[in-house]
């Protein structure tokens, strides 16, 4: 089983709509949680981190973490075509090392 | 802040030759460094993890005399793709963290796309 397991897609939304992505970890004693956002030909972005359980919000993006059920998602509020991209999901495991999932490719349908 | 370069974007080279790369943290101190390599439509793949002062960690599968790691400084690593041929042909991205504990994230350069001949 992989440390941190995400949906490869393609998930395609219309503008506007919410954009909802998972993620999934395998390490109980997981710490930190990250998305990062990579557009074709360039390199991760960071767009959001988050430590505790619950929702954490910047702009049209929440992350929510349940480190109970072991998985972490981001919504994209008011999908726009600019936000389409590969996202990233990353997690530091005990030990402090640090996890990419595969990554998840969304494309907004204008 | 958090702001990472790397230099040059971009180089195509004949193969057998050597290729450095840099990576700078501009505005915080990295402790830690990480190199990665992605092939088109591919997910990132780690090569190495490197910690100032010390030689660097590489992960499986990555040959650590062909690729040369140097992390003298806590803004500066660099890595060197000895005798490059065309299935080194990648783009190469550095990251960096502080290793404080309240800046637990990794923050990415630009990246490199090396090109062999």
């Known amino acids: 089983q992989k440390e941190v397991e995400q949906n490869s897609g393609p998930l395609s939304v219309p503008e506007g709509a919410i954009a909802s992505l998972n993620c999934t970890y395998s390490?109980?004693?997981?710490?930190?949680f990250f998305w990062y956002r990579q557009y074709s030909g360039k390199s991760p972005e960071l767009i959001m981190s988050?430590?505790?359980?619950g929702d954490k919000e910047d702009g049209r993006f929440t992350a929510q973490l349940n480190k109970a059920s072991q998985y972490v998602s981001l919504l994209i509020r008011d999908s726009q075509p600019s936000d389409s991209a590969t996202y990233l999901c990353?997690?530091?495991?005990?030990?402090?090392?640090?996890?990419f999932g595969t990554g998840t490719s969304l494309t907004v349908i204008p | 802040g958090a702001v990472v370069s790397q230099h040059p974007s971009w180089v195509i080279c004949k193969s057998g030759t050597s290729v450095k790369i840099e990576c700078r943290s501009l505005?915080?101190?990295?402790?830690?460094m990480f190199w990665y390599r992605q092939f088109p439509k591919q997910s990132l793949m780690l090569m190495a993890t490197?910690?100032?002062?010390?030689?660097?960690?590489?992960e499986q599968g990555v040959e650590k005399d062909k690729f040369l790691i140097n992390h003298a400084s806590l803004t500066l690593s660099t890595l060197t793709v000895t005798s490059a041929h065309p299935e080194d042909s990648s783009f190469y991205i550095c990251?960096?963290?502080?290793?404080?504990?309240?800046?637990?994230?990794?923050?990415f350069g630009p990246g490199t796309r090396l090109t062999v001949l």
């Open positions: 990251s960096a963290r502080s290793g404080l504990p309240e800046y637990n994230e990794q923050f």
């Open positions: 390490d109980r004693v997981s710490q930190s």
């Open positions: 988050i430590y505790s359980n």
């Open positions: 990353a997690v530091t495991l005990s030990g402090n090392q640090f996890y």
């Open positions: 505005d915080f101190q990295a402790t830690t």
């Open positions: 490197s910690n100032e002062g010390s030689k660097a960690t590489y």
